[in-house]
T-cell receptor
C-alpha cells in the first residue's frame, strides 16, 4: 500500500462542474502539498497546508489531520484546469523530502 | 512569487554523451534543491537532495557516479547524467526551497525532457 493514495486516478468533467480530488496518507506529516502538473511537464505548487482549509480563486484545499485525509476542490471547472493534480506530503521524520501520490489526471471538456 | 528556472527544457543526444541540466532559483536563495525523475504516467521519484556547499544525498538505487550533482551556490544546482544510455531517457525536474524543513514550500522548475538515442 502506498503511503499517499489519491482518488480518482482519472476524472473527466464537463465545464462548470464542481470537482473533488481526494488524498489519503498513512504517515505522520508536517505538511501536505497539492501540485498541478501541466501537459508540458511543468509543476505549480497550488497549496501547502497543515490544518484546516485554504482557498485561492476557484481552488479550495482542506485537510483533516485526525483522518489523514485531504481534498482538493475546483469550483466552476474550466478546460484550462485540465492537468494532473498531485498530492504530496512532507513527512515528520524525513526532513525536507516529499512523498508523492500517483496523481489524478483531470480532463475538463467544453 | 518564487521562480525556479530549469535549462535546457529538451535534450536529444547520442548514447554515451554526458548531459548537464541546470536548476536556478531566480529570486531567492535555495539552501536545498531536489532532483526528481518521472517516467510516463508515473509520479515523481526523488533522485537526490542537494544542499548548498555539501555533498548531495542520493536515494537508494540512484548511482552517484552516474548522476553527478553540484550545488556550488545558493542559486544554482546542476545534474549531470554521465555516459547517458537510452534507459536514462526520462523527464527530470528540480525543485528548490529557501528554508530548511518539510513545512516550507518547494518551487519547481519546468523540467527537462531527456531523450537518448
Amino acid at each position: 500500500k502506498n503511503e499517499v493514495e489519491q482518488s480518482p486516478q482519472n476524472l473527466t468533467a464537463q465545464e462548470g462542474e464542481f470537482i473533488t480530488i481526494n488524498c489519503s496518507y498513512s504517515v505522520g506529516i508536517s505538511a501536505l502539498h497539492w501540485l498541478q502538473q501541466h501537459p508540458g511537464g511543468g509543476i505549480v505548487s497550488l497549496f501547502m497546508l497543515s490544518s484546516g482549509k485554504k482557498k485561492h480563486g476557484r481552488l479550495i484545499a482542506t485537510i483533516n489531520i485526525q483522518e489523514k485525509h485531504s481534498s482538493l476542490h475546483i469550483t466552476a471547472s474550466h478546460p484550462r484546469d485540465s492537468a494532473v493534480y498531485i498530492c504530496a506530503v512532507g513527512r515528520e521524520t524525513s526532513g525536507s523530502r516529499l512523498t508523492f501520490g500517483e496523481g489524478t489526471q483531470l480532463t475538463v471538456n467544453p | 512569487g518564487a521562480v525556479v528556472s530549469q535549462h535546457p527544457s529538451w535534450v536529444i543526444c547520442k548514447s554515451g554523451t554526458s548531459v548537464k541540466i541546470e536548476c536556478r532559483s531566480l529570486d531567492f536563495q535555495a539552501t536545498t534543491m531536489f532532483w526528481y525523475r518521472q517516467f510516463p504516467k508515473q509520479s515523481l521519484m526523488l533522485m537526490a537532495t542537494s544542499n548548498e556547499g555539501s555533498k548531495a544525498t542520493y536515494e537508494q538505487g540512484v548511482e552517484k557516479d552516474k548522476f553527478l550533482i553540484n550545488h556550488a551556490s545558493l542559486t544554482l544546482s546542476t545534474l549531470t547524467v554521465t555516459s547517458a544510455h537510452p534507459e536514462d531517457s526520462s523527464f527530470y525536474i528540480c525543485s528548490a526551497r529557501d528554508r530548511q524543513g518539510a513545512g516550507q514550500p518547494q518551487h519547481f522548475g519546468d523540467g527537462t525532457r531527456l531523450s537518448i538515442l
